[in-house]
């Protein structure tokens, strides 16, 4: 029998936490990993590290991996967000599925890459809430388990003069998000059976299909472990359209997720913060849950960079906060932990987003919504 989102399957205790501080304030969420790793300027020698130094495929740039073979460099990104202010950080598990590790040949290793990573960034967050504790303050330091979008999807073809064509199967992404969850919430050491992490981020969704394959697969494997913790999601916007890029407006975006009764909904990556403001507005207008919004440092500009600076990312945050529009925010592509460190002095002492009740319409989707009152 086909998965629902209503099984009854008890929470993880991280539920209670994640509530408790989405109420009281808005919540940090830590900035781009990619960003950090470029920063070390790492060659082939470090990707492969002496485990995979015969491998035959080139594995410089497949970051996933680093959490085997540079496990320091991403506990020391980790440690540096929360430094910075982060209430959360996401593990080093973007492209962790056997989908995307198959460019690099690495997909016997998906599993293991997962559970290093989530123990390498509760490694970090155990020693972010003891430094704070050494100081005399009490402090929680959550991780959430990166989901991305894939590197092939379920709603276009690859190739124009097919369009009926797919490169991927249903099956095929169930059973690849389904092994990187299992991995990300098996129990954690020394937490009584609780999952190593404290909630799954499916984040950069620009196919709505690839992203309900997530979350059919989360909610098996919540039935598997008899566990079920939170699911934040968020879709990137690809251009001033505002649509994804199979074709959803945010609302209909939200109308094809809302079924899986979602922890929170947000935008990420694509565009900065000044043009994703209207989508953030339309979201937080229909959400019933927390709206997240973490863009990146400004559009690319011609070498590939991002130009925004700290205060230009923390000043635009902070007016969604003003405008009573976000529960969480943070950055994605160019933010660094300069930039978590304004953007959460920015919008220290500002109230989230109040969250409305649910309302019980009829509401559908396909490109466009449609709800009924």
Same mark, same amino acid.
């Given at each position: 029998?086909?998965?629902?989102?209503?099984?009854?399957?008890?929470?993880?205790?991280?539920?209670?936490?994640?509530?408790?501080?989405?109420?009281?304030?808005?919540?940090?969420?830590?900035?781009?990993?990619?960003?950090?790793?470029?920063?070390?300027?790492?060659?082939?020698?470090?990707?492969?590290?002496?485990?995979?130094?015969?491998?035959?495929?080139?594995?410089r740039g497949d970051n996933d991996l680093l959490c085997l073979t540079?496990?320091?460099?991403?506990? &020391?990104?980790? #440690?540096?967000?929360? %430094? @910075?202010? *982060?209430?959360? /950080?996401?593990?080093?598990? +973007?492209? $962790?599925? =056997? !989908?995307s590790q198959a460019d690099y040949d690495m997909q016997p290793f998906?599993?293991?890459?997962?559970?290093?990573?989530?123990?390498?960034?509760?490694? &970090?967050?155990? #020693?972010?809430?003891? %430094? @704070?504790? *050494?100081?005399? /303050?009490?402090?929680?330091? +959550?991780? $959430?388990? =990166? !989901?991305?979008?894939?590197?092939?999807?379920?709603?276009?073809?690859?190739?124009?003069?097919?369009?009926?064509?797919?490169?991927?199967?249903?099956?095929?992404?169930? #059973?690849?998000?389904?092994?990187?969850?299992?991995?990300?919430?098996?129990?954690?050491?020394?937490?009584?059976?609780?999952?190593?992490?404290?909630?799954?981020?499916?984040?950069?969704?620009?196919?709505?299909?690839?992203?309900?394959?997530?979350?059919?697969?989360?909610?098996?494997?919540?039935?598997?472990?008899?566990?079920?913790?939170?699911?934040?999601?968020?879709?990137?916007?690809?251009?001033?359209?505002?649509?994804?890029?199979?074709?959803?407006?945010?609302?209909?975006?939200?109308?094809?997720?809302?079924?899986?009764?979602?922890?929170?909904?947000?935008?990420?990556?694509?565009?900065?913060?000044?043009?994703?403001?209207?989508?953030?507005?339309?979201?937080?207008?229909?959400?019933?849950?927390?709206?997240?919004?973490?863009?990146?440092?400004?559009?690319?500009?011609?070498?590939?960079?991002?130009?925004?600076?700290?205060?230009?990312?923390?000043?635009?945050?902070?007016?969604?906060?003003?405008?009573?529009?976000?529960?969480?925010?943070?950055?994605?592509?160019?933010?660094?932990?300069?930039?978590?460190?304004?953007?959460?002095?920015?919008?220290?002492?500002?109230?989230?987003?109040?969250?409305?009740?649910?309302?019980?319409?009829?509401?559908?989707?396909?490109?466009?919504?449609?709800?009924?009152?």
């Amino acid at each position: 029998m086909p998965a629902t989102a209503i099984t009854p399957v008890p929470e993880s205790h991280s539920f209670a936490a994640l509530r408790e501080l989405f109420a009281a304030r808005i919540v940090i969420l830590d900035g781009a990993m990619g960003s950090m790793i470029q920063t070390h300027k790492l060659s082939e020698t470090d990707f492969r590290g002496t485990r995979f130094a015969a491998h035959p495929t080139d594995l410089r740039g497949d970051n996933d991996l680093l959490c085997l073979t540079r496990p320091d460099i991403i506990e &020391a990104i980790h #440690a540096d967000y929360f %430094a @910075a202010g *982060a209430d959360v /950080v996401e593990t080093n598990t +973007f492209n $962790a599925t =056997a !989908i995307s590790q198959a460019d690099y040949d690495m997909q016997p290793f998906v599993a293991e890459i997962n559970t290093a990573a989530a123990a390498i960034a509760r490694r &970090a967050a155990r #020693a972010a809430e003891a %430094a @704070a504790l *050494a100081e005399g /303050v009490t402090r929680r330091c +959550f991780v $959430a388990g =990166a !989901i991305g979008p894939l590197n092939r999807t379920l709603s276009m073809s690859p190739d124009v003069n097919r369009p009926e064509y797919r490169a991927v199967t249903w099956n095929q992404v169930v #059973a690849a998000y389904t092994e990187q969850i299992r991995a990300l919430i098996a129990p954690a050491p020394d937490t009584h059976g609780e999952p190593g992490v404290d909630a799954l981020l499916i984040e950069t969704i620009f196919d709505t299909l690839n992203s309900k394959a997530a979350l059919f697969a989360a909610e098996n494997v919540f039935l598997e472990t008899g566990r079920r913790v939170p699911v934040m999601i968020s879709v990137t916007i690809t251009d001033a359209s505002g649509r994804t890029l199979s074709g959803q407006t945010p609302e209909a975006f939200y109308n094809s997720i809302r079924h899986a009764r979602p922890f929170s909904v947000g935008i990420n990556c694509a565009l900065g913060g000044e043009g994703m403001r209207p989508f953030v507005e339309e979201l937080a207008r229909l959400a019933e849950c927390p709206v997240t919004c973490y863009p990146n440092a400004g559009l690319p500009n011609a070498f590939g960079g991002y130009d925004e600076t700290p205060d230009d990312m923390a000043r635009i945050l902070r007016s969604f906060a003003e405008a009573g529009l976000v529960n969480l925010v943070g950055g994605c592509c160019g933010s660094t932990p300069a930039h978590i460190r304004a953007i959460a002095d920015a919008v220290r002492g500002l109230p989230p987003r109040a969250i409305p009740p649910r309302h019980e319409t009829l509401r559908l989707s396909g490109l466009e919504p449609l709800t009924i009152s």
